[in-house]
C-alpha cells in the first residue's frame, strides 16, 4: 500500500487529491494503531495470573485436584435433588403414588448426605474475608446447617411415612412439609454462596480459600 499511494498522487498530480490522500493516509494509520493498541492489551494477562489448569491450553476439563477445594463440586447435588424431593413429595399428596414415593426417597437420601458432605467434610475454610463477607459467609453456613438437619429430619419421615405407615395421606404431607423446608433453607444458602461468589469475590481462583492442597 505504501508503494500504490504514491504512485496514484503522483500520476493525478493535483494538490486536492493529495491532500485527500494524506488524510487517509492518516486515518490508515490511526486506525492501525489503535487496532495494534487493542491487540497489546488483550494480550496483557499472563498465564501466571491464571490457574494452574489453565496454563496448559490443551487442559480443557479441569480435574478435582485443580479446584482449591471439592465444595463446588459436591454442592450443586444437595441444591437440585432437596428441591425435586420437596417438588415430588408435594405433588404425591394429591396422587398417592408409590412411583413417586420412591423418587423422593431416593432424592431425599442423596441430597441430605451430600448436604452433610459439602457441609462438614467439603466445606471451604476461609482466610481475609472483610467484615461484611464474613457476615454474608455466616448466613450461608447457617441455612447450610438448617438443609442437613430438615434433609435429614425429611428423609426420615419419609422412610416411616413409605414403609412403616404405608403412605398415609397425612405422613405424605408430613414428609413433605419438612422438605419444602429443606428446599427453602439449600435454596437460600445457595443464595447466599452465589453472593459470596460473584459479588464479594470468595472463591475464583481460590480467593479468600486456604487450599486443600499441601505441599
Known sequence: MSIVIPTLVAAHGGEKH?????????????????????????????????????????????????????????????????????????????????ELDWIVTV???????????????????TAGLTDHAQAVLAQHDLYADWTVYLGIAGLLAQAVSQFLLKGKRWTVLAAALILAGAAYAVAMAGHYGAQLVHIEGVGPQGRYLETEHHD
Open 107 to 125: 432424592s431425599a437420601f442423596v441430597g441430605a448426605a451430600t448436604a452433610f458432605y459439602a457441609t462438614k467434610f467439603a466445606h471451604p475454610h
Open 18 to 98: 493529495g491532500a485527500k490522500t494524506a488524510k487517509n493516509q492518516r486515518s490508515t494509520v490511526s486506525a492501525t494503531s489503535t487496532n495494534t493498541s487493542r491487540d497489546s492489551s488483550a494480550q496483557t494477562v499472563s498465564p501466571e495470573e491464571h490457574a494452574g489448569h489453565l496454563q496448559e491450553p490443551a487442559t480443557l476439563h479441569a480435574t478435582p485436584e485443580d479446584f482449591p477445594n471439592k465444595h463446588p463440586l459436591i454442592v450443586h447435588f444437595p441444591i437440585v435433588l432437596l428441591l425435586v424431593a420437596a417438588a415430588v413429595s408435594l405433588a404425591n399428596v394429591l396422587f398417592l403414588r408409590k
